[in-house]
């Protein structure tokens, strides 16, 4: 089945960077688009950034733009988030998610097309 598992997170300074990485299974994860969501205390989840399979196509929401930057090694079945410029807004609990199809392109996110996410890996920015 599949399996997503989320790591890289923890406590950093606002300004600071982290990567996150998310190991995948059970699936053929160079087919797949794939996208990273995250979810704040006491707030719905947010999408944050989708990546197509090779890894040519990328998309980010407005309040991570320029500041992270998503990338997969298909060869390792492994994606990236490799966060900038943190800021404490950035806090939540960040999961990876596989799309529902084999796709080749990019498609717009929406969580029902998303169903499969890892446990999450917490990340907190503050001072």
């Known amino acids: 089945q599949v399996q997503l598992v989320e790591s890289g997170g923890g406590l950093v300074q606002p300004g600071g960077s982290l990567r996150l990485s998310c190991a995948a299974s059970g699936f053929t994860f160079r087919n797949f688009p794939m996208s990273w969501v995250r979810q704040a205390p006491g707030k719905g989840p947010e999408w944050v950034s989708s990546?197509?399979?090779?890894?040519?196509?990328?998309d980010y929401s407005d309040s991570v733009k320029g500041r992270f930057i998503i990338s997969r090694a298909d060869s390792d079945n492994t994606l990236y988030l490799q966060m900038n410029s943190l800021r404490p807004d950035d806090t939540a609990v960040y999961y990876c998610a596989k799309f529902r199809y084999i796709y080749t392109g990019l498609p717009t996110y929406s969580g029902d097309n998303y169903p499969d996410r890892g446990q999450g890996t917490q990340v907190t920015v503050s001072s």
């Open positions: 990546i197509a399979p090779g890894g040519a196509l990328t």
